[in-house]
């Protein structure tokens, strides 16, 4: 258990997060050649993107397990996507996982989704490492980027290696903590060994850098030294804290220091909240939550895969377990690891590890799986949806249609909704607009249907909690629903028709997530 360390990288898109995943899967030789990310269909693409769709368009659009071995640890890597839409599934994500990685671009510094996800770790109070990006390009002020760090997201920035110029200027880095010189080569070839020096005020710096570029490190140096926070581990793993590391994922500068790093200061397992208080995860007894289901893995046999993150114990093959949510046994017959979409029967798994156990429709996001003291992990949020769309059939595969609005919605990628009045389509909320595009194409090439989805105006869906089945006064924009449970849910188009509704309705109880 010691040797595991399950964390995410998160960013904002186009930050390099794709790069930085697959450089460390090619450094710990996971795979033998990076895949390409800037997206012509001729070229490799990322492993961690294995859906036709995602290769396609050159964007992760759902998150993947990535398990491997680095500097004698157990790594998994739980990649999510980094485009907006998506924020639902990577929310689960970083359920599952015990620290994070968050990637900045040196030039842009922090941007929208960043901090929208960093909000999402600090709400779990994870540990999290930062690597500044793309210092081989034109970049910010690395003080003004440390500063950006602390005054938006409100952790301390605390740098372990500083670089030397940037840009066509940039020579490398002077890491902090070893007094070296790490040198970077434009050309590329054979990397120099870093250099060893006594402090930043040895007067070899100025041989190996030049006399300007070693008074601005030095002048950095010094201010560091007065003002700046020295890295606290214990700030760090409460999330109070963040270690900066400086570098180029795609030319690998520095990935090889900030790997040894995530495998040090990254926590092992760590106990987890439940319904009987913190579970250890050294405890004997078995327990685990599901944070992830996805359809059509493997699409030749139309399976379905739940991901379950393991808390405590050991996961055995063949073992069974109690499901939490049905009270009922379940025998996990085929745990597997999985490497992007590529997978392997495992015969056990320990706290921190991620398997996927084949999912014959009893298995949702949340549920928890225990052996031996009864225990249930806290049920995981969906987001409000905000976008909603009726989805209609363009051909006649009325079976594969349904199976396949099934499976997604299993899959949390919409919420589904059906109207009380009128033709019985199925209506569709997604938490982003591109996910409307993410279903067509999805029904198309795993199912085989055609179909459309056709965007409503409405703006906002309420679950209704205390339903009597009266008929309620509501205005001529609100349509009624109800979901697969026959539950109530109402749509509405403005904060206007909902203020009206409840104005209208004193007794009435609007929930924004079932």
Not at 100 to 125: P, W, Y
Not at 160 to 182: A, C, H, K, Q, S
Not at 487 to 500: A, G
Request: include cysteine; charged fraction near 25%.
């Amino acid at each position: 258990m010691a040797r595991r360390r399950t964390f995410a990288i998160i960013s904002h898109p186009d930050a390099g997060k794709t790069t930085l995943t697959e450089k460390t899967l090619l450094y710990a030789g996971a795979i033998e050649l990076a895949g390409a990310v800037r997206g012509k269909k001729a070229q490799r693409h990322a492993v961690s993107d294995w859906m036709d769709i995602e290769r396609e368009r050159g964007i992760s659009i759902t998150s993947a397990a990535l398990e491997f071995d680095l500097f004698d640890h157990r790594v998994t890597l739980l990649d999510t996507p980094g485009h907006r839409d998506f924020s639902e599934d990577t929310y689960r994500t970083l359920l599952a996982v015990d620290s994070v990685v968050m990637v900045i671009d040196a030039a842009k510094g922090i941007e929208s989704q960043t901090r929208k996800l960093f909000e999402v770790a600090r709400q779990r109070r994870l540990p999290m490492l930062t690597f500044v990006n793309k210092l081989d390009l034109p970049a910010r002020d690395p003080l003004e980027l440390l500063d950006e760090i602390e005054r938006v997201l409100g952790v301390a920035a605390v740098p372990m290696n500083w670089p030397i110029g940037t840009g066509d200027r940039f020579r490398g880095v002077y890491d902090l903590r070893r007094d070296e010189v790490l040198f970077y080569e434009r050309a590329g070839g054979a990397r120099p060994a870093p250099v060893a020096v006594a402090s930043a005020d040895d007067p070899r710096l100025a041989a190996l850098i030049g006399e300007e570029r070693r008074g601005e490190l030095l002048e950095a140096v010094h201010l560091l030294s007065a003002a700046g926070t020295r890295f606290d581990r214990e700030a760090y793993l409460a999330g109070r804290q963040t270690a900066v590391f400086f570098g180029s994922a795609l030319s690998n500068f520095g990935l090889e220091t900030f790997l040894a790093a995530l495998v040090d200061l990254a926590p092992p397992p760590q106990p987890r909240a439940s319904d009987i208080g913190l579970v250890d995860p050294a405890s004997t007894d078995f327990s685990g939550f599901i944070f992830k289901i996805q359809a059509n893995m493997n699409p030749r046999h139309r399976d379905r895969v739940a991901f379950v993150r393991v808390c405590s114990g050991v996961l055995a093959k063949d073992m069974l377990v109690t499901n939490a949510r049905l009270d009922a046994p379940v025998r996990l017959s085929r745990p597997s690891r999985f490497f992007g979409r590529d997978r392997e029967t495992v015969e056990s798994a320990y706290p921190g590890d991620v398997v996927g156990l084949v999912n014959p429709g009893r298995f949702a996001i949340g549920d928890t799986l225990y052996a031996g003291a009864r225990v249930k992990y806290p049920r995981i949020p969906h987001f409000p949806a905000e976008f909603f769309g009726a989805m209609r059939l363009r051909d006649v595969k009325f079976k594969q249609f349904d199976e396949g609005v099934r499976q997604l919605e299993e899959e949390g990628l919409m919420q589904v909704v059906f109207p009380i009045y009128g033709k019985r389509e199925p209506i569709l909320g997604v938490v982003g607009a591109l996910q409307f595009d993410i279903v067509e194409a999805r029904m198309k090439n795993e199912y085989g249907v055609t179909c459309q989805v056709d965007k409503l105006p409405h703006i906002a869906a309420r679950w209704i909690a205390n339903d009597t089945g009266a008929p309620l006064k509501l205005p001529q924009g609100v349509l009624e629903t109800v979901d697969r449970d026959e539950r109530r849910v109402l749509l509405f188009q403005s904060e206007w028709e909902m203020q009206y509704t409840q104005r209208e309705n004193p007794s009435l109880t609007l929930l924004a997530v079932a």
